[in-house]
């Protein structure tokens, strides 16, 4: 059993190392204009710096340290969904993994301390954690697991905010996703800058300058309505109802041929949250309650499913036809010069593409709607969570906390700059809307614990040729509620 302690060295070591690092300048920048940081030290003494934070590197706030070699142990799947961003062997000269290997470097030998991988064959780490808790062995101090299926497990997890150590309010973390997915005032898993596949699984739009000068469009003007505010769903609806070409000449609109919208079911959630749709919203406790059928949510989706039904401009994967392999044949066109539009993320089968692209956010519903949103897989992309069985929570909630800080600064530098020099992203406007994307990563608390497979009902309505979405709900209003009371139950249990 591990049981090394945090030990604080004294405040003026400590606070000399804060002035050194308010002034240390670096090359990536970490935000808008100046501002006044407040920063506060393991004593409670409070210092105020003026930093520039495009400019210079925010103080972290923990204490210089010695864990007298303390291991951290992360435990990831080996196969699935394997989050990369927490460690890397050895350098490569691959620019990301020596990022992060130097970065474990840094803080190991800051800190005295051991950063350390678990791998598991298990689809969902969640299943392994439920056993070391039952067990009381503290040999797991992360958890790295699908959110879906760490929160229906949230009873093995510790509420992070109570921690001594994570100060979320920092650029390092979300503080949006965090306030989304807390339950009771209390966040029991979330995503930092340690973590990139989060990052890499994000859905957004992608549009092909090519197709979109061919039909009178002005590509860069894409970038424009995001910069002023008038990326909206009618917006690219028009765009796209604009586009389609029977490219062969048989008649037939198939693979073959060129659309104004290519993806997947999933696409219709991916438009339907970017646009505000939520399947719960949370009462002044910060409990859920059930919002599915909010007047809101039916404007949202009419619209949604007026643009992902329109057989006539949107193509999605799950309408394929004269294919023996569906997905095979989605991964050919995700590279071809086959869409104006296609929602997904920015993986490596882009690399293939011979045409030119750019990126912008999933639309906003409104002019008037104040953030963009959008989400990973909910159930594969791994968000992170400490066991209640770990050994000394304090410590692991500092160690996370300089991984996440030193990554800010050391790691998304690299990560952004990697995105634009393997030509993942075409141009520099693509990297500036990567940031943009990444920033409002945000989980919808209902679709996430995905109580009465809630989320499926949007997903799937494009399947069908009249919108079901009212019909659906009430028939499975019933499931849905009693599934968010098991939950509820568990919070209280707490």
């Given at each position: 059993m591990k049981k090394h302690r945090l030990h604080a060295r004294n405040a003026a070591a400590f606070m000399q190392a804060l002035l050194l690092a308010a002034i240390v300048l670096l090359t990536a920048c970490s935000g808008g204009g100046g501002n006044t940081a407040s920063t506060t030290a393991a004593a409670g003494d409070t210092v105020t710096e003026?930093?520039?934070?495009?400019?210079?590197?925010?103080?972290?706030?923990?204490?210089?340290?010695?864990?007298?070699?303390?291991?951290?142990t992360f435990l990831r799947s080996e196969k699935h969904f394997t989050e990369k961003g927490i460690y890397s062997e050895e350098l490569t000269g691959d620019p990301v993994p020596d990022a992060i290997y130097e970065r474990n470097l840094k803080i190991e030998t800051d800190y005295n301390c051991k950063i350390t991988v678990l791998e598991t064959q298990t689809r969902y780490p969640a299943d392994d954690v439920a056993k070391y808790v039952l067990a009381g062995d503290d040999t797991v101090d992360v958890n790295l697991c699908g959110g879906t299926f760490t929160a229906r497990r949230i009873g093995d997890y510790l509420a992070l905010n109570q921690l001594t150590y994570f100060d979320f309010s920092k650029p390092w973390w979300n503080?949006?996703?965090?306030?989304?997915i807390s339950l009771g005032g209390n966040v029991y898993f979330t995503v930092g800058d340690h973590m990139i596949l989060a990052k890499q699984?994000?859905?957004f739009i992608i549009f092909n300058k090519d197709i979109a000068t061919d039909y009178g469009m002005d590509p860069e003007g894409f970038y424009q309505h995001v910069y002023d505010d008038e990326w909206t769903l009618d917006r690219l609806s028009s765009y796209a109802r604009t586009v389609k070409d029977d490219l062969n000449g048989d008649g037939v609109y198939d693979v073959n041929d060129l659309w104004g919208l290519l993806g997947e079911n999933y696409c219709t959630?991916?438009?339907?949250?970017?646009?505000?749709?939520?399947?719960?919203?949370?009462?002044?406790?910060d409990l859920p309650y059930i919002t599915f059928d909010s007047e809101k949510n039916v404007q949202v989706i009419d619209k949604v499913f007026a643009l992902t039904a329109d057989r006539d401009t949107t193509y999605f994967a799950q309408r394929f036809k004269g294919t023996s392999n569906v997905w095979s044949e989605y991964s050919r066109m995700r590279s071809a010069p086959q869409w104006l539009f296609i929602i997904t993320g920015l993986g490596n089968s882009m690399r293939e593409a011979e045409f030119d692209y750019g990126l912008v956010p999933t639309p906003k519903f409104t002019e008037t709607q104040e953030y963009y949103y959008h989400d990973a897989s909910l159930?594969?992309?791994?968000?992170?969570?400490?066991?209640?069985?770990?050994s000394s929570p304090d410590t692991v909630s500092f160690i996370i906390e300089a991984m996440a800080y030193e990554s800010h600064y050391m790691v998304m530098p690299v990560f952004y700059d990697n995105y634009l020099h393997t030509k993942l992203a075409r141009d520099e406007e693509s990297v500036e809307m990567l940031r943009m994307i990444h920033g409002s990563l945000f989980y919808d608390i209902?679709?996430?614990?995905d109580w009465g497979s809630m989320r499926m009902i949007v997903e799937n309505l494009p399947d069908k040729a009249e919108n079901t979405?009212?019909?659906?709900y009430a028939a499975s209003a019933g499931k849905i509620q009693a599934d968010l009371e098991v939950t509820l139950k568990m919070i209280a249990d707490k």
């Open positions: 003026e930093v520039v934070t495009g400019e210079t590197t925010l103080p972290s706030n923990l204490p210089p340290s010695d864990f007298d070699g303390f291991e951290l503080e949006r996703f965090n306030n989304g699984n994000l859905y959630w991916t438009l339907a949250l970017g646009s505000g749709f939520r399947c719960a919203e949370k009462d002044g406790d159930g594969n992309n791994p968000v992170m969570s400490i066991p209640v069985s770990a209902g679709s996430l614990f979405f009212a019909s659906t």
